[in-house]
Each structure stands twice: as structure tokens, then as C-alpha cells.
DNA sequence: GATACATGGTATGTAATACAAGGTATTGGT
DNA sequence: ACCAATACCTTGTATTACATACCATGTATC
């Protein structure tokens, strides 16, 4: 697909991701290689400077953790301003929508 | 609204209209200040370069138009390779909301 | 000893939009 | 006759997100 589509969108994606727990980058991308690979895949020189966009914002943090074999990794949680962000998103999305439908026909955008 | 968000997204929103019938550059403007003003406003600067755009890629064509007063301007119209691209975007559109769907829940994108 | 996977990172380019400014021509009000 | 507003088109520069491509390192596996 278009990757300009998702510019915008992209972040809210891997919040929401975030938002139901927190994961390593390499689990994000893992995740959405299983449940939207037929829309999208981020390489990570996508995913990575995403996040660090994200953290920047304040809607995600991370810390590094530590593992049983002593290796570390790093792992990134939402916060309260992430979840925001994204219930904001979804109120541009609909009006979006709207205007597509606008100016499309109401047929446009069911599915 | 985020602005970010209309990238890739805008296009369409144009072709849409010249899909209804031509018009030129201001008349796109009134137009979609007329019924998507809730949503955005575009200045001229942004609207013009964005023809000139989907003009180079044969998107739509335009032609100068005489008027009765001996002015000129200049009339767009929407191309089949343009109309094209309007159903290519309705299935992108699609796919990114199943993908929000997806990951953000069942609730999600409804109206 | 090669190959693949797990995991994180950087550097550079591109393309769409924002913003700001400028320009001409007509119309209408005072 | 003048000023303001509206109709219409153009150009230039800045921002920003995402793509591409590459690097590093360690561990498991064949």
C-alpha cells in the first residue's frame, strides 16, 4: 500500500500496540508482522526512530531491563499522554472519514 | 486536525471533486471550504502545488479557459488514471482500518 | 564455520504538506 | 476617482515523517 497513507497514523499503530502492554522494539515489529502484515511491514530503521519520536513527545518511555541470561533489552510503555494521542486520533479519523464520505457518497468507506 | 494525517489522503479529496465535474483551482477551494471546512482549510499555496502534483502524474489535466470577459483560468479535470487512484485509496483506506481495528479493538472507527 | 535469528542502532534521502509572500484583474462601495 | 475586497494563479522555503540501506553484536543451530 501507499506508505504516505500512514504517515500520521503509523505512530497510533504502535501505541496502540503499547497500550494493551509494554513491549521491546523487536516485539512490536514481530506483533505487527503477525497481525497487519497485510497492510504493512516497518523495517527497523522505520520502527526505531518512531519510537524515539514518540518518547521525545512524552507518549511512550522506556527502560532498559535486564534479563535472566544478562542481556538487555529495551522496553517501552505508554503513558497517560499516549493514550490521549490516540483517542485523539481517532476523533481526526472520523472526520476524515466524513469527508470522504462528503465527497464521495455515502457508499464510500462501509467495510 | 493533525495535518500529517491528510498526506496521501488530500489527493484524493481532490480528485474526488474534479470526479463530480471540473473545476478550477478557487472553485476547489470554495468547494472544499463548503463541505470539509470541519475538518480542514487549505490555503493556495498548499492547493495549487498539490494540482501541479497530480497533473505530473496524469492524475488530472487541465486546460485555460476563456471566459466571456476575455480572462483566462485554468480548468482541471480528473483523468481515468485518477479515478483509479481514487478506488486504489478506498482499499488502502480500508485495509488501514482493519488494521486499526486490529490492534485498537472492535469499537474502534464505528461512525 | 556458516547461517539465521534476536535485538538495537545510525545516516541519508524523498516527498507531501505548511507557510509566507507576491501578483494581476475585476467588482463594488463611498 | 479611490479604496477595499474578491477572484484567481504562482513561487519559494521550511518541516516532518517515513523509506532505504546499512552497521553491530551476540547466540543458537546446522
Known amino acids: 500500500m ?11 499503530i504502535i501505541l496502540g500496540l503499547l497500550a ?15 497481525r497487519c502484515s497485510s497492510a504493512f511491514e ?6 526505531y526512530p518512531l519510537l ?3 518518547e521525545d513527545k512524552g507518549q ?10 544478562g542481556k538487555e533489552r529495551r522496553v517501552y510503555q505508554i503513558t497517560p499522554a499516549g493514550k490521549r494521542t490516540i483517542a485523539a486520533h481517532q476523533k481526526d479519523w472520523n472526520r476524515l472519514a466524513e469527508a ?7 457508499e464510500w468507506a462501509k467495510a
Chains 1, 2 share one sequence.
Open 52 to 54: 524515539y519520536r514518540l
Open 20 to 34: 494493551e502492554e509494554p513491549r521491546h522494539g523487536y516485539a512490536i515489529a514481530e506483533e505487527l508482522k503477525r
Open 100 to 106: 470522504f464520505r462528503n465527497i464521495l457518497g455515502e
Open 60 to 69: 511512550i518511555k522506556s527502560k532498559w531491563v535486564r534479563l535472566t541470561n
Open 42 to 47: 516497518l523495517g527497523e530503521g522505520t520502527l
Open 2 to 12: 501507499d506508505r504516505q497513507l500512514l504517515k500520521g497514523h503509523l505512530p497510533v
